[in-house]
């Protein structure tokens, strides 16, 4: 049995292809697809497999063929890539299998695809792969089990090239604890965190260790500090790993506010060389936060935990949302003004999207307010629900928010910021060799071959912060390297 993997291709414009990163670090994607290669290690050992990542190399029509069936799996912002994709297979006669974040809860749009397994791979797969064997396999395979994932599957790293990406990622939980009405994580994992066994982890770790891979790991949680002791157990054996192996990597993830609250944890995080987290912080305006569910935001000082935070030694990438019921007519003002006084750098800032499934999509649904599907890319400034507010205002005013947080000299304004919480760690280990090479890129592509005036002036601003931050010049470099790639965003969408 011949086995194709393909995992379509990311929009370049998306806000985390980070594709106008890329020629920083001579990399091709910022991400590998973590759930083909669990997959692929799930289906039986006598079947020969291939895995094509779009982002990183072309389907062709001599790999289509070699298929007895193409798997597909893919995010929503991938959505017209897969329908290309399982037309191409359709053209030349090969079945297709779909699953992944995008079909489970919208696969009716999907036309082409000859096998739906929908759920998670530990509750679903076999039962397909029996059937599929033995010529009985039917169209649609679901399943709503949130199983143990203490078996879970170590990845197939060998399917890939690993020297294509800047990050490769891991996952110790799934699973969050929160009822954010406009978040699809609790119909897909559920609400209940789910966590691996430490060992599990450390040999997961130990599979991209013998792989020669060195850098940057994500960690892609649902939300890491789901159970904050079970979080804690783990740091303290990734910190022993970590020395054992003289710190070959470094690490990202994402959480809730409430990381704010535990010191010891941003510690342990420190020690095992985590160096940024995403946060959904989603509004400055506390009814929007009720509006939405997002109770733990609520009674909180937004700000000040954000501080604490990157005090601890950690950068705040966040998520913002406009398009609530309750945003007020100052809610554009008051977003741009959070995001910069607090130096929130890398800042994710999008129109509401009721994703298919979540308590959101249903009340707008009852409410007959649904326009469109969402495309999955909270950025791409459409609409597809009717808002309470003009939606011509809301739309201005989005674009108009983007646009200002990612002029070049806003930018700037949000790195200093950003340095005046940091406390950058300690005793770290020096610079690796892809950290040199973009140090090196980002001096030849801004600081040198920048069109953009502006741009190249900020640049050079932003490296002599240094000296007044000490220790802090990697994390400018790398702030710097993701703001080509916003900038570059901001301009393609038009905003």
């Not at 992944?100 to 792969?129: C, K, R």
């Not at 009405?181 to 997961?204: A, Y």
């Not at 205002?393 to 700037?412: A, D, Q, S, W």
């Not at 950058?424 to 980002?442: E, T």
Request: with cysteine.
């Amino acid at each position: 049995m011949n086995v194709l993997l393909v995992y379509p291709v990311y929009p370049r414009d998306a806000f985390w292809s980070l594709y106008g990163s890329l020629k920083f670090v001579s990399r091709k994607a910022a991400f590998p697809p973590l759930g083909l290669l669990t997959l692929a290690a799930m289906l039986p050992s006598e079947w020969n497999l291939k895995l094509v990542d779009m982002n990183v190399n072309q389907l062709t029509d001599k790999d289509i063929k070699w298929a007895d069936c193409v798997f597909v799996s893919a995010m929503a912002t991938q959505t017209e890539s897969a329908k290309n994709v399982i037309r191409h297979c359709n053209q030349l006669g090969v079945r297709v299998a779909a699953g992944g974040p995008v079909f489970i809860t919208g696969y009716e749009q999907f036309a082409g695809v000859d096998h739906f397994v929908l759920g998670e791979a530990e509750a679903v797969l076999d039962e397909f792969v029996r059937d599929f064997q033995a010529g009985r396999a039917r169209r649609l395979y679901v399943s709503d089990k949130h199983p143990e994932i203490k078996k879970a599957a170590i990845p197939m790293w060998n399917l890939i090239n690993t020297g294509d990406y800047v990050s490769l990622p891991v996952q110790t939980t799934r699973g969050c604890p929160f009822s954010c009405d406009f978040c699809d994580i609790i119909v897909i994992n559920g609400q209940i965190p789910r966590s691996k066994e430490i060992g599990q982890v450390l040999r997961e770790l130990d599979a991209i260790y013998k792989t020669g891979f060195r850098g940057s790991v994500f960690v892609v949680d649902d939300n890491f500090v789901g159970n904050r002791r079970y979080t804690r157990e783990l740091l303290a054996e990734i910190i022993k790993w970590q020395k054992a192996k003289n710190y070959p990597f470094k690490f990202f993830t994402q959480a809730s506010i409430n990381l704010a609250d535990d010191e010891l944890l941003m510690d342990l995080m420190i020690q095992a060389r985590f160096y940024s987290v995403f946060v959904g912080i989603e509004t400055p305006n506390k009814a929007g936060l009720a509006e939405c569910g997002k109770n733990q935001n609520v009674k909180r000082d937004l700000a000040r935990c954000v501080a604490k935070i990157q005090n601890a030694g950690l950068q705040v990438m966040g998520g913002f949302i406009l398009g609530f019921d309750s945003d007020p007519s100052t809610i554009f003002d008051d977003m741009i003004e959070f995001i910069q006084q607090n130096g929130i750098v890398v800042a994710m800032v999008g129109i509401l999207h009721p994703a298919p499934g979540t308590p959101l999509y249903e009340r707008l649904k009852s409410e007959n307010r649904l326009l469109q599907n969402t495309t999955g890319d909270n950025t791409d400034g459409l609409l597809t629900f009717k808002p309470k507010m003009d939606p011509e205002v809301l739309l201005k005013g989005y674009k108009r928010v983007v646009k200002t947080i990612y002029l070049p000299e806003n930018y700037h304004k949000r790195i200093r910021a950003f340095l005046q919480h940091y406390r950058p760690p300690k005793n770290w280990k020096g610079p690796s060799f892809l950290d040199v090479l973009a140090v090196l890129l980002s001096v030849w592509h801004l600081g040198i071959m920048e069109k953009n005036q502006e741009v190249r002036r900020f640049y050079w601003r932003d490296l002599f912060l240094a000296r007044e931050f000490p220790g802090t010049f990697a994390a400018i470099v790398a702030q710097c390297i993701h703001g080509a790639h916003f900038m570059e965003v901001v301009k393609t969408k038009g905003f």
